[in-house]
């Protein structure tokens, strides 16, 4: 069953403070509790509905850090989020409302920190989306890497953490595999392949499923994955020399 169904619809009567309460509120009529408590982990259900509101409203914010709203950068936010077209209507009210709002993306990104504390494998997957957003006009521009930046700051990832998402980006010919394994060229391999073992399984697509992070979305974490593996068979080869 698709995340997109009900999406609005289906925080009624759910416990979200905040800014995403007070986002929502106004798109329900005030139907969202405004409870000062943030939510965690209570039902897979709406762990998957934060992660999609998640998405959508950093998309938002995101699409105009550079100052102008890309064709490019609304079409990759439908298609990564995969959002069908019977749903486009109530998702756009949510990213346009998100976009036009005086709010900045701090407030929000402090309270996604929140909901997914303890959990930074899915805090490290919205960053990797965001990224995919930002790529989709051809480049990530200064203020766009900025603000990546400093989401993935309020969420606690360090720069080791953020420097790797970012170079995990990039084609296996091109990235730098310590970079990606979170270590230096001075470690030992032994080091590095601990590094490797924990990086695997923190993204394993199965792990993040299990976390809230919607099936619609996990095809980044895949490519994450892929990353992980050439850089651990590059350092390999590296160290074997």
Known sequence: MSIWGSLIGGMIGFSLGGPFGMLLGSLLGGKISRSRTGPRFQASAQSQRIFALSLIVLS????KADGQVSREELIAVKDKLKIPENEIDQVGKIFNKAKEESTGYE???????????????????VINILFYIAESDGKVSPSELTMIENISKIFGLTQAQFNSIRESR???????????????PGDDLQSIRKKY???SKENHPDLLMSKGVPQE??????NKMR?????????????SN
Do not use: T
């Open 60 to 63: 938002a914010k995101l699409s």
């Open 107 to 125: 407030p929000y990104a402090k309270q996604i920190a929140q909901f997914y504390q303890g959990h930074i494998n899915v805090l490290e997957e």
């Open 170 to 184: 990039k084609g296996s010919d091109k990235l730098n595999p310590y970079i990606v394994l979170e270590s230096n």
């Open 197 to 199: 073992l924990k990086l």
């Open 217 to 222: 979305v996990i095809d980044e974490s895949k």
């Open 227 to 239: 990353a992980i593996n050439s850089a651990w068979d590059q350092i390999q080869k590296l160290k």
